[in-house]
């Protein structure tokens, strides 16, 4: 079995919100958070818009600080790691951002924005990385007379493979994906998908994939991560949770996405209401004010354990 590329224990994050007369309260955006993604999978990370998958994303990156727990990244503790040793470890870890309009800086043509990276960190001479950025847009379905162009100047596929090419520029090994395509047209997010699947399999690429997508989750991922709140609620193999799934707030997850089948009607899912607010989150299970399963006292008093149920199936349920 590959060995784990990434770990986190009890990871949290909170940020303190401005008040009228100053300091407000405190938004919980992600609570004790185990998960652990191996060498060459993809972990597609999936829930509600606001649940704190983003904000995870950068957790694991080190560009946000945790308020609690840890992350190792191949074996180093990266919250307790020098600047120094931290920057020589960003290049084995990379991001590709949501909106590929403003994650390129639309003053800088593409060969700037591609050699930004190697400069930063001190690889090759100017003739070497021009060559490197030629490569590179090889590599994502570009051609080399774009390299003189400026971000307004593409479509919206063409300017996320020059995100994603900007990930790849220092050969990482992780690359956390945040709504990679959730801004294309279908046809479109088909061919980022499939891109993103050949380099995976080209150089051995490890994937956070954050998506509020079911389908593009199930499509592109190894392992899928379910969040409510801030929290993991399941956790389990693609087939497995297709087939077996456990937490209520998966099962509707699932039942929310329409079937193009009209011999089969569309039944919504029976939840309750909206997500309570981070700011001020509900006792015991986070989700039991929604949940058509609660039972009283034990789902509003006492929060359930995120425990193993069979062979890589996590569940935070009481009853499951």
């Known amino acids: ?43 597609g990370l999936v829930g509600e818009s606001g649940c704190g998958k983003s904000t995870l994303g950068r957790l694991v990156l080190a560009l946000l600080p945790p308020t ?6 191949g074996g ?10 931290l920057k020589h470890l960003r290049r ?16 800088m043509m593409v060969r700037h924005i591609l050699e930004e990276p190697y400069a930063i960190h001190g690889l090759g001479t100017r003739a070497e990385r021009r060559a490197w950025v030629a490569e590179l847009l090889q590599e994502v379905g570009l ?7 400026y971000p307004h100047e593409f479509s919206g596929g063409q300017r ?20 990679p395509v959730s801004a294309l047209d279908v046809s479109i997010q088909a061919q980022i998908l499939n891109l993103l699947a050949e380099l995976q399999k080209r150089y051995g690429l490890t994937y956070l994939f954050i998506s ?30 297709a087939a077996a799934r456990l937490h209520p707030y998966t099962e509707a997850l699932l039942a929310a ?18 997500p309570p607010s981070p700011i001020n989150l509900p006792s015991g299970c986070s989700f039991h004010p929604r949940c058509p399963e609660a039972q009283f006292p034990i789902c509003r008093d006492a929060f359930p354990e995120y425990r193993e149920t069979a062979a890589e199936h996590w569940v935070s349920c009481h009853f499951r």
């Open 1 to 43: 079995m590959p060995e784990t590329l990434l770990e986190t224990q009890d990871l949290s994050c909170s940020f303190r919100l401005a008040g009228p007369w100053g300091r407000g309260p405190r938004l919980q955006a992600v609570t004790g958070v185990n998960l652990s993604i191996r060498a060459g999978e993809t972990l």
């Open 143 to 149: 051609a080399e007379e774009h390299l003189e162009r």
């Open 212 to 241: 509020h997508d079911l389908s593009v989750i199930s499509q592109i991922s190894d392992r899928i991560a379910v969040m409510y709140l801030g929290r993991l609620v399941e956790t389990a193999p693609r087939a497995v949770l």
């Open 160 to 179: 996320q493979r020059l995100g994603i090419a900007r990930a790849l520029a220092l050969k990482p090994k992780l690359i956390v994906a945040d709504e």
């Open 92 to 107: 084995q870890m990379q991001i590709v951002f949501q909106d590929p309009y403003s994650s390129l800086n639309p003053r």
């Open 257 to 274: 996405v329409p079937l193009p089948d009209p011999a089969r009607p569309f039944q919504p899912p029976e939840l309750k209401g909206d």
């Open 68 to 73: 609690g727990g840890r992350v190792r990244f």
């Open 76 to 85: 180093e503790e990266l919250t307790a790691l020098a600047k120094s040793r």
